[in-house]
């Protein structure tokens, strides 16, 4: 976070939201902390969405006030402005009650010092005491992590594949319709198909049913695949480059979801999100600490963090589940939903695997991380909007 030689002075005690979009618009290097006493929790959460970021201090934990003493809230402020001086000060007014807002207002506007308030929902920041004009963060995905003091880099490159994004999108769409005989030729695929460059590659004993021969047949037209062949009781089929073969590995899915949220709409048919990256890395100077966001989008200035699994091996490992928290944790943490959506389906009670489902979703829950199962892909639009609108685990 870029240092500005600046105070905030934050109200807490309601929803807090607009409390950290406050700071992310103003970037201070210093936040003092004014408490409602009846809900001193509310501090915490602010400060946990900056968990380890750097240049950026937090204060005041136990500056508590009665939620209707407007005048405590006052005489706090103006303690606050003898130790750093009015040219230093701001106050966001948004994440405290009304009575707790009045006090801070009223000091503010006899000092001449901003008082700001955030309106979320019309991306506005109103300063309500002076002249100086406050933009809201018009925060994309590059701007978000870099709040956060963290920048990612795209790990899949669109245009080297051998045919167009519009054309790898529907390839994708094409095997979230046929389901399970499409994720078992993909499967077959990603077995079958390491190497390096164009490569011949053979499926010994495998000639598939006429779902998969369809499901084969639609990834060589559209140009991914070439020579694909069906005898003596096997498979040949070649592939043309690396990035085809990532595509087809998992890459598929996350293009899918990409696209699907890129085509949200809010209720006055605007784009719902302010912007919609996939196939990230965050560098690390380790390889070992290296992570990766497979789809982010930003809604309101907050972040719906997805991690994309395709494959079927240990798909029910909750190591999934703590490598999305942690990289959650370092991107503003409660601040952002996180979802994890694989494209294999959810095994029927009594069948196999079925138990170390429910105990994913059970850890799952725990950890508040919403799971999209492979039959729901097809609504995945409509769950992302939900989760931006009204999500199914609180954010801060």
């Not at 080297?160 to 999108?169: D, G, H, K, N, V």
């Not at 799971?371 to 989760?387: F, R, S, W």
Request: hydrophobic letters at 40%; proline letters at 3%; a neutral charge.
């Amino acid at each position: 976070m870029t240092k500005r030689n600046r105070v905030m002075i934050t109200l807490t005690g309601g929803r807090s939201t607009p409390a950290v979009l406050g700071i992310l618009a103003m970037q201070p290097e210093q936040v003092e902390l004014v408490n409602s006493a009846d809900q001193p929790e509310k501090a915490q959460e602010v400060c946990s969405a900056f968990a380890g970021v750097s240049g950026l201090s937090f204060g005041g934990f136990e500056q508590c006030v009665d939620a209707y003493d407007s005048r405590a809230v006052y005489l706090l402020c103006q303690k606050l402005c003898e130790k750093y001086g009015t040219d230093r000060l701001v106050i966001n007014l948004s994440s405290g009650t009304k009575i707790m807002g009045l006090g801070a207002y009223q000091f503010a506007l006899e000092m001449e010092i901003p008082a700001i308030y955030v309106v979320t929902n019309q991306h506005r920041i109103l300063n309500l005491t002076t002249s100086e004009k406050i933009v809201f963060p018009a925060l994309n995905v590059e701007s978000y992590l870099a709040c956060y003091g963290r920048s990612a880099q795209s790990k899949f490159d669109v245009a080297r594949l051998s045919i167009p994004l519009a054309s790898a999108f529907e390839l994708a769409a094409l095997f979230v319709d046929v389901g399970k005989p499409a994720l078992n030729v993909l499967g077959k695929i990603r077995k079958q198909g390491q190497g390096k460059g164009r490569r011949t590659c053979t499926i010994p004993k495998y000639v598939p049913n006429l779902d998969e021969r369809h499901v084969w047949q639609e990834i060589q037209l559209a140009g991914l695949l070439g020579d694909v062949r069906f005898e003596s009781g096997k498979t040949r089929f070649t592939i043309f480059s690396d990035h085809d073969f990532e595509f087809l590995k998992g890459s598929w899915m996350e293009i899918f979801v990409w696209e699907q949220a890129r085509q949200l709409r809010s209720e006055s048919d605007a784009a719902l999100l302010s912007d919609v990256k996939f196939n990230l890395e965050i560098p690390s100077d380790t390889l070992d600490a290296r992570k990766e966001i497979d789809v982010a989008m930003i809604f309101e200035g907050q972040m719906i963090h997805c991690s994309c699994k395709a494959g079927s091996n240990r798909i029910w490992s909750t190591s999934y589940l703590d490598e999305l928290r942690s990289v959650s944790s370092l991107i503003g943490g409660r601040f952002c939903s996180r979802v994890f959506i694989t494209a294999q389906y959810a095994p029927e009670e009594g069948t196999s695997g079925y138990k170390d489902y429910r105990h994913f979703c059970d850890q799952a829950s725990d950890r508040q991380i919403v799971v999209v199962t492979g039959e729901k892909m097809h609504d995945i639009g409509a769950i992302l909007q939900k989760e931006a609108v009204k999500p199914s685990y609180w954010r801060v």
